[in-house]
């Protein structure tokens, strides 16, 4: 039976660090397992990841490309014609997440024209195209632009 006053450790779960520089019993004396000579046996030694011995680093080499623009804003995008085939009667960004249509990473939803659509829908979103608002407006439906 186990109890708190006997127990143990598993074999091998716990190792001893290794000791360096202790002398030549040990096994690791002398050079204390670093090699002789050079940056990397000195104390206080760090070489910078990416240095290449002085040699112009590859980074460098390269050209800089492109541009990350900070203020642009990513849409989950939703076609008219997937409106049409839904069995609901108010479509926004929540249930347009519950539903699958949009990955859950968006924050706001686009309605782009693609399709046709035959029934009067509400639709909440951020943004809407010409072509779909003239569209949603057609069939009967209303449109609620939300604030970005």
Request: charged share 30%; hydrophobic share 30%.
């Amino acid at each position: 039976m186990i109890t708190l006053n006997n127990l143990r450790r598993f074999e091998g779960s716990k190792k001893n660090r290794k000791r360096v520089g202790r002398g030549p019993g040990s096994g690791h004396g002398k050079t204390a397992c670093r090699g002789t000579k050079g940056q990397r046996s000195r104390s206080g030694a760090s070489i910078p990841p990416g240095f290449q011995g002085g040699q112009m680093p590859l980074y460098r080499q390269l050209p800089k490309r492109g541009f990350k623009n900070p203020f642009r804003i990513e849409y989950g995008v939703l076609n008219v014609g997937v409106l049409d085939s839904l069995e609901v009667d108010t479509i926004d960004l929540e249930s347009a997440k519950r539903l699958g249509l949009v990955k859950k990473r968006y924050n706001f939803l686009k309605i782009l024209g693609e399709g046709e659509i035959t029934r009067p829908i509400s639709v909440k979103a951020h943004a809407v195209s010409d072509s779909a608002r003239k569209k949603i407006e057609a069939s009967g439906g209303t449109i609620e632009l939300l604030k970005k």
